[in-house]
């Protein structure tokens, strides 16, 4: 029999009750039993006793579980792997699945697990409600395309991004049929059609999703007239006007339900104040004050004052947003844009500003156990009036030990300064005092490094000193990608829209701890606690896993773990977010697209494996 790991429940009530004895009897006068407590349960053997469960300990547990299941479900040969699609998919896989199968496994050792490609399915299912030849007519003539004939993809456009999704989309272009790919050159995403009709869309689709008696199955695409020739039919003329209204929040919320807190809650126009930071909508995705649900945790329908909290609600740089379902391709996008995900142009060019490379093998020992965070003041355009609700400010000022000083200064001297962008929380941490104490303030000057590079100035009147955001915000030098990596925690922080770093900051030996709202080619095949550390947007957690991972003064942290985590990003991206896995991706999405824009699209597909 196997000696029992821990010691039964009896022993362990009776072993602190016999401590307990002892020490009264010892000092034999009355005692502050609440001090006792405590110190009791500091020791080893109190630890022993009452083993107790950090709320991150269950997420982590979790995480582990959630990927098994899906790494259980790999499939290693093409039958399978169509097996695997009708069942997720409901239809027979597109017309060139075998081939790319044959270019996944066989050429690019591709991880095969099908909800790695749901993000796909959720993009384009939409599409299957409008008629193909309108589809055709949108792209062809959006004003920036990437077309492919006769296995050979060509653009008009000379514009920095399209160049390089060309260069992505070449590399695959002899397995790809005749298609016109919209792009979308923007930071920001272009549709939100309104959850309604994206509704009626998705029950007309429905109806569509259906497995074809495999007689009738048309497994190939069909040809498009040469570039610059007119196809025969137009496709029905779809009026598409173009919004400019930069309040971005009164136009995101309409992608919600209509019985979503989005869409009921009052809209915030006076942003000249600070904003509320604590909130009760983030409980949906929650546990114990730590993200249980990082997929909820982005999508902003249950979260209204996400409106007043993030840049691309408040003023983003630009907006022209349209409520018409275009097959428009771009980067990333909000949960609420009805986009086409293609991976970034910077993931495919692995540019070094946003890899940094150099520095991603530094071993974990060799790096220093604190958070590093550098970045433009990005979000949007910050004026005077409205940068108290832009996220990286928020970000630094909350990590700004000053700030935090004079918001508790309590001494006669001073009277304290409500921090003007962020709030202190009154929540309480396991092992550091609370935000309001001179220790914690020191814990905070110790364990990060977090500023500002660049103001953003792009209020005319305010350069260049940018007068109302100088006062609060010292500027720091640069730190080359490279270099941020000699820290172990690398916090993430959305700009104008998604972060370009992260892909770089999952390769590395660093961990990432990821706030965000945007979505991503990627978002399937990464588990949050798995392979990176999730984070509120409020960011209300972030002195709780800060603590729970370095701890204080070299007490109650968790280096092991975190390394760990780090370390499982690294090797996962190695395997599945690779340029590769982006080439496979991109095969498989092409696919899809070129069947939902062709008129036989109900009848097509692949059933070579049931003949
Ligand atoms: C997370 O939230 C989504 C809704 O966005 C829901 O469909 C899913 O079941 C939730 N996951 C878990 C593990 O609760
Ligand atoms: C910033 O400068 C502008 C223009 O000189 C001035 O009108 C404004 O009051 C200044 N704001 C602050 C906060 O000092
Ligand atoms: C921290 O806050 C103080 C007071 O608001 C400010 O003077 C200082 O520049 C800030 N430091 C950084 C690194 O932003």
Redesign the pocket.
């Known amino acids: 029999m196997a000696f029992p790991r821990r010691p039964s429940t009896v022993l362990r009530y009776v072993i602190p009750a016999l401590l307990l004895t002892l020490t009264l009897y010892i000092l034999a006068e009355p005692i502050d039993f609440s001090l006792v407590g405590p110190l009791l349960l500091s020791t080893p053997l109190g630890r022993w006793c009452f083993p107790s469960e950090h709320p991150i300990d269950k997420l982590i547990k979790a995480a582990e579980e959630e990927f098994a299941t899906t790494i259980s479900k790999e499939t290693q040969n093409l039958a399978d792997a169509a097996a695997a699609y009708r069942k997720r998919r409901g239809r027979h896989p597109p017309p060139g699945f075998d081939e790319w199968h044959k270019f996944a496994k066989d050429n690019k050792n591709a991880i095969i697990v099908e909800d790695f490609w749901d993000q796909i399915y959720h993009d384009l299912e939409p599409f299957w409600a409008l008629k193909p030849a309108q589809i055709r007519r949108n792209a062809r003539e959006f004003e920036m395309r990437i077309e492919v004939r006769d296995h050979k993809a060509s653009t008009g456009s000379g514009w920095f991004w399209t160049q390089i999704w060309l260069d992505m989309i070449k590399t695959i272009e002899h397995l790809l049929p005749d298609m016109d790919l919209a792009l979308n050159a923007m930071d920001e995403p272009r549709m939100v059609v309104p959850w309604e009709e994206i509704d009626r869309h998705m029950h007309k689709a429905a109806r569509t999703r259906k497995m074809v008696d495999v007689k009738k199955v048309v497994s190939e695409f069909g040809k498009l007239p040469p570039l610059g020739q007119a196809p025969p039919e137009k496709g029905e003329a779809q009026k598409i006007t173009w919004e400019h209204d930069k309040h971005y929040w009164l136009i995101a919320r309409r992608g919600c339900p209509p019985t979503s807190p989005a869409r009921k809650a009052a809209i915030v126009i006076d942003f000249n104040q600070t904003p509320a930071i604590a909130s009760p909508f983030s409980l949906a995705h929650m546990q114990d004050g730590y993200v249980a649900n990082y997929t909820l945790s982005t999508t902003v329908c249950h979260q209204p004052d996400l409106q007043a909290l993030e840049g691309i609600f408040v003023e983003p740089l630009s907006v022209s947003a349209t409520k018409s379902l275009l097959p428009i391709f771009g980067g990333s996008k909000l949960a609420v844009n009805n986009d086409i995900l293609l991976p970034a142009p910077m993931y495919w060019n692995e540019e070094e500003r946003f890899m940094g490379a150099e520095g991603a093998s530094i071993p974990w020992s060799a790096k220093q156990s604190t958070a590093i965070w550098r970045g433009v003041a990005t979000g949007g355009t910050n004026r005077p009036n409205n940068w108290r609700s832009f996220q990286r400010h928020r970000f630094?000022?909350m990590n700004?030990?000053?700030?935090l000083s004079?918001a508790r200064s309590s001494s006669s001297s001073q009277t304290p300064q409500p921090p003007?962008n962020f709030a202190l929380s009154d929540k309480r941490y396991r092992h550091i005092p609370s935000p309001s104490s001179p220790a914690f303030t020191d814990w905070i000057s110790s364990t990060t490094s977090?500023?500002?590079t660049d103001l953003m100035c792009l209020y005319p009147d305010a350069r260049p000193s940018c007068n109302y955001t100088a006062?609060?915000?010292?500027?720091?030098p640069a730190v080359p990608m490279a270099e941020q990596f000699r820290h172990k925690y690398l916090p993430d922080i959305d700009g104008n829209s998604f972060s370009g770093r992260y892909l770089g900051f999952l390769r590395s030996t660093s961990l990432p701890i990821k706030a965000t709202l945007w979505r991503e080619w990627h978002d399937a095949r990464l588990v949050a606690w798995k392979h990176f550390v999730p984070m509120d947007s409020r960011f209300g957690d972030w002195y709780g896993v800060l603590e729970y991972f370095v701890g204080v003064g070299g007490k109650g942290g968790r280096d092991d773990v975190a390394e760990r985590i780090a370390m499982a990003g690294r090797e996962w991206a190695g395997k599945v977010l690779r340029r590769e896995d982006m080439q496979v991706y991109v095969l498989r999405l092409l696919l899809e697209y070129a069947r939902v824009v062709d008129d036989r699209r109900e009848v097509m597909g692949w059933v070579g494996d049931l003949q």
Request: charged residues 0%; hydrophobic residues 55%.
């Open positions: 630094v000022g700004n030990a000053t700030q004079l003007p977090i500023a500002l006062p609060y915000f010292t500027l720091v």
